[in-house]
Nanobody, 122 residues
Framework: QVQLEESGGGWVQTGGSLRLSCVVSGHMVSNYPIGWFRQVPGKEREFVAA??????NTYYADSVVGRFTISKDKNTVYLEMNSLRPEDTAVYYC?????????????????WGQGTQVTVSS
C-alpha cells in the first residue's frame, strides 16, 4: 500500500507562485513515476507533470513547460508553480504510477492523494 498527502495549495493572484508538496509513504518501486494531475469541475483529470521515484527524468504538459518544475527530495515530491494564470485554477492531485507506462494517462496511476485546491485570480 502507498499513501500520498498533498499540501501547499491556496489562493494567489495572476503571475504569482505556489509550491505544492506530496509526501509519499509505503512501498515504492524505483521506476514508478509520481505524477501531478489537476481537475476542474466538469472536466477530465489533466496531466501536469511527472518524475520517476528514482529521480532524473521529468515530464511536463505543454501548458506548463517553462512555468512549473517537478522535483523530489527523499519521500516528498514538489511542484513549483510560477507565473500562475487563472486557467491553472484546479484541484491538484499527486499519484503513483503503478499501473502502466504512459505517464500522461491517469489510468497508469493506482494511488492518489486527496487533492489540494489552487485558485488563481485575475
Amino acid at each position: 500500500q502507498v499513501q500520498l498527502e498533498e499540501s501547499g495549495g491556496g489562493w494567489v493572484q495572476t503571475g504569482g507562485s505556489l509550491r505544492l508538496s506530496c509526501v509519499v509513504s509505503g512501498h515504492m518501486v524505483s521506476n514508478y513515476p509520481i505524477g501531478w494531475f489537476r481537475q476542474v469541475p466538469g472536466k477530465e483529470r489533466e496531466f501536469v507533470a511527472a518524475i520517476r521515484w528514482s529521480g532524473g527524468n521529468t515530464y511536463y504538459a505543454d501548458s506548463v513547460v517553462g512555468r512549473f518544475t517537478i522535483s523530489k527530495d527523499k519521500n516528498t515530491v514538489y511542484l513549483e508553480m510560477n507565473s500562475l494564470r487563472p486557467e491553472d485554477t484546479a484541484v491538484y492531485y499527486c499519484a503513483v504510477g503503478n499501473r502502466g507506462i504512459v505517464y500522461t494517462s491517469q489510468n497508469s496511476y493506482g494511488y492518489w492523494g486527496q487533492g489540494t485546491q489552487v485558485t488563481v485570480s485575475s
